[in-house]
Structure formats: C-alpha cells, structure tokens
C-alpha cells in the first residue's frame, strides 16, 4: 500500500441496519398503532433477517426504506408506505431479487408508483 493513501472504511449497510433496529426498545412500540407485543415480535423478525438473510439483500440492492420504511406521518398503520419487514412481523423464509418471502406469503417491491416511507428508527427519531 502507498504511504500516500490511507484505508477507508466503508460502511456495513446491514450492521448499521440491525444496530438502528436494536437500539429502539422491545417494549416501546416507535409507532402509536402497533402494539408493544406487536413491535416486539417484528423487531425479533427483523434482527434475525439481517442475521441471516440482510447481506443477501444487501447484495440484491434491498435498500432500509424497502425492508424497513413506514408511513412519514402513520406510521404502520398505513401499510401501504412499509418496508416488507413492517407489515405483520413474521419470520423471512427468504430473498430473491423483488420479493421476500415469509412462510404464507411474499412482500414485493416491484409494484408500479410503490412509495416507502423512511426506515422505523428515522421515524421513531423524530418522536411520533
């Protein structure tokens, strides 16, 4: 290595994803309709996708509004605005290029005009 050029750290989009969703407690719910046993299990969901599955997201060009964004104002309660990770906090059974699959069912993220909200940590920053 040069003795002009210094290392540069780049990022972990996933360690950055998993810390912001561990630092908002299991007991306190970030949106006002979701209930703290509801938040619990979705954040327990979404620790282990980014244990398990995150860097393959990642590598897919899954982005934290995709996986993990909510209404701006609603939070999840309009689900319309939620990352696939928001909407029922069921455990991921897996990821491909438009879609995560959870056991019943698969959010996508190819539909025409979809609109994601900001990541839940943004949106519980800002005190809603």
């Known amino acids: 290595m040069s003795s002009g050029l210094a290392p540069t750290l780049i990022p972990n989009p996933v360690a950055i994803w998993h810390g912001a969703i561990e630092n908002i407690s299991e007991r306190a ?3 006002r ?14 620790l282990d996708f980014c244990d398990r599955l995150g860097a393959d997201a990642h590598r897919l060009g899954w982005t934290a509004q995709q996986l993990f964004g909510v209404h701006p104002e ?9 990352g696939a990770l928001m909407i029922a906090g069921n455990r991921v059974q897996g990821v491909d290029a438009d879609r995560i699959m959870f056991e ?3 959010a996508r993220r190819d539909k025409p005009g979809q609109v994601w909200g900001p990541p839940i940590w943004e949106f519980k920053a800002r005190g809603d």
């Open 29 to 31: 719910s970030p949106c």
């Open 33 to 46: 309709y979701l209930t703290p046993t509801q938040w619990s299990a979705m954040r327990e969901s979404a």
């Open 74 to 82: 609603h939070g999840t309660l309009r689900v319309d605005y939620c």
């Open 104 to 106: 019943r069912t698969a």
